[in-house]
């Protein structure tokens, strides 16, 4: 019994005493490893907002902030540093953005991305200082257009949401989601659905036209400008009386157009890829293209489509291209299919032969790329011959 | 669904992919010493099974309702350890009164698991990578699981090993280490099993 | 067997009575924290500096502790000795403390602490027990350094994360993976079989005696398999 009792009071006082010394240890312990813990969480953050103190997560649920934003912490200075995901060009960068009370970048790095170009490494130096109104005019890096143009509009973003978490209120809706807004409101008729038209005129000063896709009539884009315009080419906007004049001008040329089919078989040189040439009423070109893809050229491996890309260009009879546009693909999906996004074919929008090659490839999809690339040259060897230069 | 998808995912990844034994090193020492016969090495793979499951199921709550409230963290390491030990003395007592026959083929191995490092590392890697209760007892079992897997296909690894003419200096454990080597191996293929498991 | 001179207590734990070569304790950290350099001689000196303590502790209680409750005193006083280690070594250390992990927890069930404890520190005086805690430290250091050179310089083609010439640009990850500690361990221990031919104590008198459990292992049940394994 006593022996027992020896037992657990030795046991007892034993575990007393270590839980004593493990105390101390604590104490004297626990600030120092609060303020590393703190020092490596605001490591990041220090980052991008050098000087920062007193970093505080932000509750994002509070606040209507761009979908792009995930993390959000505010500083003591009233500054605010975000954690952005954006799309790129790929498979999309994490960004760190810090914007101080006054609404400049202070800093912005990006954390990781599955891009392949390496620019959105050093970008984040090029939008230091910039504030919501000027980010949108900094130059993106050419070659790397769409990986840098989303980090832009990532930082945007951080600038944007930053007004809004300092009370203001800003328009955070995305580009799709404006233009829809624009085009209703132009032509409430068109019942919110709209589809771009090819332009196969020179037009002046219009950069767009949308087409209901009830037919209940157009949408004419000049510069900011958007103008409903009905089947039979009546202004229904609320415009000024020269945009007015402008774009009925433009609706009467669109109507009025009228194309000559061009016999190809008449020109022995005309390249294969040239389908069909059509000689508008002011003189240009509409041509039809195929470009041999991946669907044509893809690695057996892969299973090619066995599809041609059309392709459909307005050229001016000097050999400049005012429109393209993809008008059928079947690469493969999610690779080469972005050959009909017209952030890509809209690139060859005022290219010229010296220069039709300066565009951005689709990532992944060199075959796509190239074929495509192929197939504009051969607009300029089609103009030269209609035009008896060749 | 996703509860039950993630459960399936934590257990899979921890008999398969970071099994404790083979990709961890944690509890190397029974692994290495009682993997001989069959037998031996499927009495201690469910010891620690069993001992992995009560031992989870009484450190989290200590954890979360005892040790977190009283800020007492630090304490973690100490509390555990002694309430693994007193758990495994006190169910190896009441298993020889009230079951003398499962304590014949588990209790030998019972006092053995007290200080082994993957019956205490489980539990505090089920605290670090904050799993819930359930996640915890899942992961466990899938750690438990593991470790019996590990033992069963190294007793048979071993079996042959008796029975090959080996350097004389690599006799014993170092050829034993050479063949677990090659075992450990054999489970790198399962590494991206997981991750694909509902893709 | 042993002769106790202080010399002989100290340097015994460099090769002849190495802890991880020769008496195989302490067999996780020694696979687990030897893909570096760094790694390896933090955990290496994070042991030492507990054994040390513990064998210093525990045998200035010897005639304190009661024969009972022997074992779960030990426990407890290694598991305050690796808490404060712990907590110290994440407030000056904070980059080890990630690298090391749940590792540096689980020194407490290191068998070399509790068997060394066991062993020695409960049967000899304190300065004996200190000194056999340097020795075994620097002996457990040493192996690690010398595992995670090789796993390093082969693995990683750097040593202490300086890029070495030649190796970072033929780099076999398998070394710094879980199969090549395993194996490199493996050869170690031949390699030191071989040099202390003859010379190191029979590995029977360790098998359970070193356990740490032994002690509340009534039933010898690795007893029977890793001896025989062993002769």
């Known amino acids: 019994m006593n022996k027992n009792v020896k037992n657990i009071v030795v046991l007892t006082s034993v575990c007393a005493v270590v839980a004593l010394l493990l105390a101390v240890t604590n104490y004297i312990t626990a600030p120092i490893i609060a303020k590393q813990q703190e020092a490596a969480a605001n490591e990041a953050l220090l980052v991008v907002m050098p000087g920062g103190e007193d970093f505080a997560a932000v509750d994002l649920s509070a606040y209507a902030l761009p979908a792009t934003v995930t993390e959000a912490y505010s500083e003591k200075n009233g500054g605010y540093v975000f954690k952005l995901t954006t799309a790129g060009y790929s498979s999309g960068m994490v960004i760190m953005c810090g914007v101080d009370a006054s609404g400049k970048v202070t800093g912005a790095t990006c954390l990781s991305s599955g891009e392949t170009l390496g620019y959105e490494k050093t970008y984040g130096d090029t939008v230091v200082g910039a504030t919501a109104d000027s980010v949108d005019a900094l130059d993106t890096v050419g070659g790397a257009t769409k990986t840098t143009a989303a980090y832009r509009g990532a930082v945007k973003d951080a600038l944007n949401a930053a007004i809004i978490l ?223 230069e060749a | 669904m996703d509860t039950f998808k993630n459960l399936i995912v934590i257990l899979m990844s921890s008999v398969l992919v970071n099994n404790y034994v083979l990709s961890r090193f944690l509890g190397i020492c029974p692994f290495l010493g009682v993997s001989k016969k069959l037998g031996q090495a499927t009495g201690m793979g469910v010891s620690v099974i069993f001992v992995m499951l009560i031992a989870t199921l009484v450190t989290w709550p200590i954890q979360h309702y005892v040790l977190d409230p009283m800020n007492l963290g630090y304490m973690q390491t100490i509390v555990f350890i002694l309430v693994i030990a007193a758990l495994v003395q006190f169910v190896e007592i009441v298993l020889k009164k009230f079951m003398p026959a499962l304590h014949k083929s588990l209790g030998v191995y019972l006092p053995l698991i007290t200080t082994n490092c993957a019956v205490l590392g489980v539990t505090i890697n089920n605290i670090t990578d904050g799993y819930n209760f359930v996640e915890s007892i899942v992961s466990s079992l899938g750690c438990g699981l593991g470790f019996l897997l590990a033992m069963v296909l190294f007793a048979g690894v071993r079996s042959r090993l008796d029975e090959s003419d080996v350097p004389e200096c690599f006799k014993g454990l170092p050829v034993t280490l050479i063949a677990a080597s090659f075992v450990s191996l054999a489970f790198f293929g399962f590494a991206g099993v997981v991750d694909n498991l509902f893709a | 067997m042993q002769k106790n001179s202080n010399a002989s207590v100290l340097l015994r734990g460099l090769l002849l009575e190495n802890p991880v070569f020769v008496l195989i304790l302490g067999t996780c950290p020694t696979l687990a924290t030897t893909t570096t350099v760094i790694g390896a001689l933090s955990m290496g000196l994070a042991a030492m500096a507990v054994l040390i303590c513990s064998n210093a502790v525990i045998s200035l209680l010897r005639k304190v502790i009661p024969d009972g409750v022997r074992i779960p005193c030990y426990i407890v006083i290694i598991a305050g000795f690796v808490t404060m280690v712990q907590m110290f070594v994440q407030a000056f250390l904070p980059e080890i403390y990630e690298l090391l992990g749940v590792y540096l927890a689980l020194i407490t069930v290191n068998c070399i602490i509790l068997g060394r404890a066991e062993m020695f520190a409960s049967k000899n005086t304190v300065g004996k027990s200190v000194l056999d805690g340097v020795g075994m430290g620097l002996g457990f250091t040493l192996a690690l350094l010398a595992m995670a050179t090789v796993r390093e310089v082969l693995g990683s083609g750097s040593f202490a994360g300086i890029a070495l010439p030649f190796f970072s640009t033929h780099t076999i990850s398998f070394f710094v993976k879980a199969p090549g500690g395993m194996l490199v361990y493996g050869v170690m221990i031949a390699i030191v079989t071989k040099l202390t031919h003859g010379k190191a104590p029979k590995k029977k008198s360790f098998a359970c005696a070193g356990c740490p459990s032994a002690a509340m292992c009534n039933a010898s049940a690795c007893e029977t398999s890793a001896v025989k394994e062993d002769n």
Do not use: W
Request: net charge negative; glycine share 10%.
């Open chain 1, 166 to 388: 300092g009370g203001g209120s800003v328009d955070i809706r995305s580009e799709e989601e404006i233009l829809a807004d624009n085009l209703t409101a132009a032509l409430p008729a068109g019942d919110g659905k709209f589809t771009s038209v090819f332009i196969t005129e020179e037009l002046n000063d219009i950069s767009a036209i949308y087409a209901a896709d009830n037919c209940a009539g157009y949408v004419y884009v000049s510069g900011e400008h958007f103008v409903g315009v009905d089947k039979d080419g009546n202004v229904v906007s609320e415009v000024s009386e020269e945009l007015r004049t402008k774009v009925s001008d433009a609706a009467k040329i669109m109507l009025a157009s009228t194309t000559e089919d061009i016999d190809l078989s008449a020109y022995a040189d005309m390249p294969s890829q040239v389908l069909s040439a059509k000689k508008t009423a002011s003189g240009n070109y509409v041509f039809e293209l195929r470009a041999a893809g991946f669907g044509i050229n893809g690695s057996a491996y892969y299973n090619p489509s066995g599809e041609y890309i059309y392709i459909r260009v307005l050229a001016t009879a000097a050999g400049k291209i005012i429109a393209c546009e993809t008008v059928s693909q079947k690469e493969t999906d999610g690779v080469g299919s972005a050959c009909a996004n017209a952030d890509f074919y809209t690139q060859f929008n005022g290219k010229e032969e010296s220069n039709y090659k300066e565009i951005d490839a689709i990532s992944g999809a060199t075959v796509t790329t190239n074929g495509y690339k192929t197939a504009i040259s051969k607009v300029f060897t089609a103009v030269k011959i209609l035009e008896g």
